[in-house]
C-alpha cells in the first residue's frame, strides 16, 4: 500500500502551532459558526475614557471579550440572564464582569462606564487565490477618508473560518489599523479544501495582499502581512511573492516542521527532569521518526519498530510526546494506516524558511513567547539574531513568562499551564509595527532582542 499521504495523518499538525492544550485534529473545526444565540452582541465597544472592549464570538456557547492591555474573559449567561466572566482562559469568576444591553441597542457596562458597538466601514469581496481558487474576503478599514495602514490576517494551522473568528478585524480598526480578512480554502464560503501546504497558502496570501490593495484604493497606506503560529511559515513566503512593507509574525517558528517535533520532545523530557545523555537517546528517536516523516511513510515501519524495540523498557519513554513522535511510538502500525488517509493535509515538512528569510527585504517583526511550549523558541532566536546581525530587516521581540499566542499562564502543582491573559504591551507592538515599522517605547515587558533601524 502506498502510504506517501502517511505523515500527514500524524499531524495533529503542526496543529501545535494553536494554543496549547486546544490542539485538535487538523481541520477538525472547519465550518464551525459562532454561538448563534449570543452573535448579534459581536463587535468592538468604545468606552467613555476613549478605550475599547471587544467581544468576540465562540464556536461553541458564550463570547470572549479582550481589551488592548491583553486581558480577556468568557462571558457566560447565568440562570438570571446576567454575563458572568471568567478569567482569561479558567473558570474562575473573577476580575471585570461587564453586562450586555439587548442586541438592538448596541450597549456595554464595562467597570463603572458605558460603550457603543462602534459602526464599521466593511468591504466585502471573492477574490482569486492561487490554482484559481475562489476565497471570501474582507476589508474592513478605519474612519476617515485618508491613506491608512493595512494589515492582511494570515491564518494559523486552525480551519476555522476567519471571517467569524479573527479578532483583529474588529479592534484594528478602532486603533486605525484596516485589516483584509479572508476564510481560508476551504471554510466559510471558500472553495477548495483544507489544506497546510505551505506554498498553496502563501499563494493565497498573495493574492490576498492585492485584492486589500484594489479594495482600500485612495486609502491605502502601508500595506503589509500579519501572520501568527503557521501563519510564521506563510506569511514571509507570501512576501516573498507581491511587494509588501511589512511583514508581523507571532509566535511563529523561522525553521522547518520536522525540527519543531524534534524541539518539542526534548521540551516535554526536559520538564520531567530528564538529563542531557537521556536527551541524546530521543534525539535518535526523532530523527528515525522525523525521517519517516520526511518520506510520508515511503521507508516504512521497520525503523520506527527498531526504536520501539531499543527504548520502550526506559522509564523515559513515556513521557516522549511531541508534534507527532510521541503518537508514532505508541499507535499500532494498522492503526496509524487507518488514520491517514483521512487526514491528509499536504503538510509541507520539507520547507526551509531560512532561504526566504535571508533575501526577504521587508521589515520583519518577530514576537515570541520565551517559554513556548507549542513552537519552541531556542532555534528561532538565535536564527533571527543571526540574520539581524547580517543585516536583515529582522526584529526580534521576545515576552518571558509567555507561551504559544503570547499567553500569560499560571502553572498548576502537575506541570500544566492555565492561560491567565494576553502579555500586555502585545497587541499594541503589533499595531504600531503596522503604523510605522518600529517600536518605540516600551511594550509590557516584552524585550527587544534584535532590531533592524539604527
Known amino acids: 500500500m502506498s502510504q506517501s499521504w502517511l505523515a500527514a495523518a500524524l499531524a495533529l499538525v503542526v496543529s501545535a502551532v494553536a494554543v496549547p492544550a486546544l490542539a485538535q485534529a487538523p481541520g ?8 448563534p444565540a449570543v452573535v448579534c ?4 465597544y468604545r468606552l467613555e475614557d476613549g478605550s475599547w472592549v471587544d467581544v468576540a464570538p465562540l464556536a461553541d456557547a458564550g463570547l470572549r471579550w479582550r481589551r488592548l492591555d491583553g486581558s480577556t474573559a468568557r462571558m457566560m449567561l447565568d440562570a438570571q440572564g446576567h454575563w ?6 479558567t473558570g474562575r469568576v473573577e476580575g471585570p464582569q461587564p453586562q450586555l444591553g439587548p442586541c438592538e441597542a448596541g450597549r456595554i457596562a464595562f467597570e ?5 458597538r462602534l459602526v464599521q466601514d466593511v468591504r466585502e469581496t ?14 474592513i ?3 476617515g477618508d485618508g491613506p491608512v495602514p493595512i494589515m492582511v490576517e494570515v491564518h494559523g494551522s486552525e480551519g476555522a473560518n476567519a471571517l467569524d473568528f479573527n479578532a483583529f478585524q474588529r479592534f484594528a480598526p478602532a486603533e486605525g489599523v484596516g485589516v483584509f480578512v479572508y476564510a481560508k480554502r476551504g471554510s466559510g464560503g471558500s472553495e477548495g479544501r483544507y489544506t497546510q501546504d505551505f506554498h498553496v497558502l502563501a499563494g493565497d496570501a498573495a493574492a490576498a495582499v492585492v485584492e486589500a490593495r484594489r479594495l482600500a484604493g485612495d486609502r491605502e497606506g502601508r500595506v503589509g502581512l500579519h501572520g501568527a503560529s503557521q501563519g510564521g511559515w506563510i506569511a514571509p513566503l507570501a512576501a516573498s511573492l507581491t511587494p509588501v512593507d511589512f511583514v508581523t509574525v507571532g509566535f511563529g517558528l523561522a525553521y522547518g516542521a520536522l525540527a519543531e517535533d524534534s524541539d518539542q520532545v526534548m521540551v516535554d523530557l526536559k520538564a520531567k527532569g530528564w538529563g542531557a545523555d537521556v536527551l541524546d537517546q530521543a534525539r535518535e528517536i526523532t530523527d528515525v521518526t522525523g525521517a519517516f516523516i520526511a518520506s510520508r511513510g515511503a521507508i516504512g515501519f521497520d525503523s520506527i519498530e527498531a526504536v520501539r524495540a531499543k527504548y520502550r523498557a526506559q522509564p523515559w519513554f513515556g513521557d516522549i510526546r511531541g508534534e507527532f513522535t510521541g503518537l508514532l511510538l505508541n499507535t499500532p502500525n494498522e492503526q496509524i494506516v487507518a488514520m491517514a488517509s483521512a487526514l491528509d493535509v499536504g503538510t509541507s515538512w520539507d520547507y526551509d524558511p531560512l532561504p526566504v528569510l535571508s533575501r526577504l527585504d521587508a521589515p520583519m517583526l518577530w514576537i515570541q513567547a520565551e517559554d513556548d511550549t507549542g513552537a519552541p523558541p531556542e532555534a528561532t532566536r538565535q536564527r533571527l539574531i543571526d540574520l539581524a546581525a547580517h543585516g536583515r530587516p529582522v526584529t526580534l521581540l521576545e515576552y518571558p513568562d509567555t507561551d504559544h499566542g503570547i499567553v500569560r499562564f499560571e502553572t498548576a502543582a502537575d506541570g500544566r499551564r492555565t492561560a491567565i491573559g494576553y502579555a500586555p504591551g502585545y497587541y ?12 518605540d517605547g516600551a511594550y509590557g515587558d516584552g524585550r527587544l532582542l534584535a532590531t533592524h533601524w539604527r
Not at 477538525?28 to 454561538?35: L, T
Not at 471573492?126 to 476589508?139: A, S, Y
Request: aromatic share 6%; no cysteine.
Open 84 to 89: 458572568v466572566s471568567t478569567l482569561g482562559f
Open 126 to 139: 471573492t477574490f482569486v487565490g492561487q490554482d484559481g481558487t475562489r476565497l471570501v474576503g474582507r476589508l
Open 112 to 116: 463603572g462606564q458605558t460603550g457603543r
Open 428 to 439: 499594541r507592538a503589533v499595531l504600531d509595527w503596522a503604523k510605522t515599522g518600529r517600536l
Open 141 to 143: 478599514l478605519p474612519p
Open 41 to 44: 452582541h459581536v463587535g468592538v
Open 28 to 35: 477538525a473545526d472547519v465550518d464551525e459558526r459562532p454561538d
